[in-house]
């Protein structure tokens, strides 16, 4: 079973709007997430690390004011997309780092389909 | 620049062909993985492979990771339907453990 779950798989918005996307680790604690975005045929790329406790690191080009991170919990990170646009519809995918006991894995989520009309 | 370079970005095939995907990079890597993804699906983990030459085989697919730790390539023996699918290539970038994808291979096999 998933051990890295996200909420809601499919969305839908009005542009204007905000939509909160939750990633939650099942199986452990994540003191770090990632969010990734993907395109229609394209490769997923990431948008920004999401760390426990304090504020996410985003990647060139990503806006951090549009796209709001919160990492409350260790298992627990959200993703708000602000002043959502039709040009923001894709596929959203974060992903969980397992580092407890020794271990370094990441598991990703399912994903969310976000659609803004 | 993209770190990691993918070839070919698609690919139709019929079933029970043989194919290879390249992943080639000018940067050495300490490890590299494949993954493959599904419509609509988070992508799931093939295989790491971690030093240079390593073969890793999981039934008829047969990874190689460079002997410089630069590329890797995928082969797929006697291709399936199911086997349709988006493969990337992905490095876990030590700073930050981030994990960067290559841009994909889009693979369609046709029964």
């Known amino acids: 079973g998933a051990v890295v779950s996200q909420h809601p798989s499919r969305v839908i918005c009005k542009s204007g709007t905000s939509v909160k996307i939750e990633c939650r680790s099942l199986d452990f604690q994540a003191t770090t997430m990632f969010w990734y975005r993907q395109f229609p045929k394209q490769s997923l790329m990431l948008m920004a690390t999401?760390?426990?406790?304090?504020?996410?690191?985003?990647e060139q080009g990503v806006e951090k004011d549009k796209f709001l991170i919160n990492h409350a919990s260790l298992t627990l990170s959200t993703l708000t997309v602000t002043s959502a646009h039709p040009e923001d519809s894709s596929f959203y995918i974060c992903s969980a780092r397992d580092n407890t006991g020794g271990r370094n894995t990441i598991y990703f989520g399912e994903g969310s389909w976000l659609t803004v009309v | 620049t993209q770190l990691l370079e993918q070839s070919p970005q698609f690919l139709s095939i019929q079933e029970g062909e043989n194919l290879t995907v390249y992943c080639n990079s000018s940067?050495?890597?300490?490890?590299l993985q494949w993954y493959r993804q599904e419509p609509g699906e988070g992508p799931v983990l093939l295989v790491t492979?971690?030093?240079?030459?390593e073969v890793k085989k999981l039934k008829r697919l047969t990874f190689q990771f460079g002997d410089a730790r630069k590329d890797s390539s995928l082969h797929i023996t006697a291709a399936q339907t199911g086997d349709t699918g988006l493969y990337l290539c992905?490095?876990?970038?030590?700073?930050?453990?981030?994990?960067?994808f290559g841009a994909g291979t889009r693979l369609f096999v046709k029964a």
């Open positions: 492979v971690v030093t240079g030459g």
């Open positions: 992905a490095v876990i970038h030590t700073g930050g453990f981030k994990t960067i």
């Open positions: 999401s760390n426990e406790g304090s504020k996410a690191t985003y």
């Open positions: 940067s050495v890597f300490s490890s």
